[in-house]
């Protein structure tokens, strides 16, 4: 296992996996409480559920131009540049006292993330086909391993000194890591396929009509994918959306429901993500070697379990108890939806197909993300209408979870077929 870590973890994969646990270190302390901050900023539970669906909408909107120059122009500069502007964004955390402001933080933040389908084809483009399973494992459960006590410290120092200027604090640190970040992707990270001809010229003035051609491009992009991809990207589509149901709810639950304090939820952090990342590298192989999709499916339909059983947790020891079972499962899900993606898309189509209808990232206890328009769109609508529904049931969105997530790994299982692209 060590020797295929260390094959892997060279190069453009090695700039990457350190970036991330960058993010994992500083970001990922704050972002656990971000609704429990709105609310304590005057907002109520619609409130969560908007704020959270105005930076999924956000991302969706330049999300093509970003998979249309990285396949056009290159992956590198885009990356870089736009890290840059993302890091001036916390800033407005920073120095703003309502929620208002710190909804317009994330649109603005979340706007200028469409380097991500750049960020991901050159991850892909850098791991060896036989690998992926494993490649995709280390790069997430690296950065895990850094950022396993950042949600702990986080709820500490919330305890300790208080929500709004705890996070604040954590929000500052947060914008000169995203400036390290940006540096170190500008220098270090290397162009693996290269592209053809002259390119795109890229101006102020030309966004506007580059937009356009892009999200041209989608539509030709989309017309253009093989059917057996489209019907998994609405499969992953639709989990992106169930779990968007529940994201920001789980904290608020165990807080307000249970009655957890943060620190207390910050250790649930401490102690799946130490078991995410025992498996992690496990998982990655058991990806490689098995049918991915059957992976998936099953590992979809365990979580549901937990997922319901959450509704009857009363104390600490429950609450750990479900975060495990859930965890287990989820740590074979992500390595087996990239997987399977990456096998599907011609790599010359990378880019426009990840920005069109890639995958995602699901952690059934803490959020979907999205690397595609469609997904993307699946996670905006249900982020908007979690906070309705938590409010008309304190309930219902873990029983919609848990049936879904039954459904959905059916389904991958009966119509998902493990094809890989042949270049």
């Not at 580059?210 to 489209?230: C, G, N, Q, S, W």
Request: hydrophobic share 50%.
């Amino acid at each position: 296992m060590l020797s295929e870590i260390r094959q892997i973890m060279k190069g453009n994969i090695l700039v990457l996996t350190v970036c991330s646990s960058l993010w994992r270190v500083s970001v990922d302390i704050v972002w656990a409480y971000i609704g429990l901050y709105v609310m304590e900023l005057g907002g109520v539970y619609s409130t969560v559920g908007l704020v959270t669906a105005l930076g999924n909408f956000a991302s969706m909107l330049l999300y093509p131009l970003g998979g249309y120059i990285a396949d056009y122009h290159g992956r590198i500069k885009i990356m870089a540049y736009m890290t840059y502007a993302y890091s001036f964004t916390f800033l407005i955390y920073v120095f703003t006292n309502s929620w208002q402001w710190v909804a317009i933080g994330m649109f603005m933040q979340s706007l200028v993330t469409f380097y991500l389908p750049a960020m991901q084809a050159l991850m892909a483009d850098s791991i060896p086909e036989n690998m992926r399973g494993v490649g995709f494992s280390a790069t997430m459960a690296i950065p895990s391993a850094f950022g396993i006590a950042s949600p702990y410290i986080g709820g500490w120092l919330i305890d300790k000194y208080g929500m709004i200027p705890a996070v604040k604090s954590l929000y500052a640190v947060g914008f000169f890591v995203a400036l390290i970040v940006a540096t170190l992707r500008y220098k270090y990270l290397t162009e693996v396929r290269p592209v053809e001809g002259e390119g795109i010229k890229i101006t102020a003035k030309g966004i506007p009509s580059l937009l356009v051609t892009a999200y041209k491009d989608i539509i030709k992009t989309v017309k253009e994918a093989p059917r057996h991809l489209m019907t998994f990207s609405v499969l992953v589509a639709a989990s992106t959306f169930f779990v968007s149901l529940v994201t920001s709810f789980w904290i608020i639950r165990a807080t307000e429901i249970i009655g957890l304090t943060k620190s207390q939820w910050g250790s649930l952090s401490l102690i799946t993500g130490t078991i995410y990342v025992v498996l992690s590298f496990p998982a990655g192989k058991l990806v490689d070697k098995y049918s991915k999709k059957w992976v998936l499916g099953l590992c979809m339909i365990a979580t549901s379990i937990p997922c319901y059983l959450y509704l009857h947790a009363t104390t600490y020891v429950h609450v750990v108890i479900l975060m495990i079972l859930t965890t287990i499962p989820n740590t074979f899900i992500n390595p087996a939806l990239q997987s399977i993606f990456i096998d599907m898309t011609p790599p010359d189509k990378r880019g426009r197909m990840i920005a069109a209808i890639g995958g995602a990232n699901i952690w059934i206890t803490g959020g979907a993300w999205a690397t595609g328009v469609l997904a993307m769109m699946s996670i905006t609508v249900g982020s908007l209408l979690s906070g309705y529904i938590y409010s008309y049931s304190t309930s219902l969105p873990w029983i919609i979870l848990a049936v879904s997530m039954t459904v959905i790994g059916v389904l991958i299982i009966l119509l998902v077929k493990d094809i890989k692209y042949e270049a």
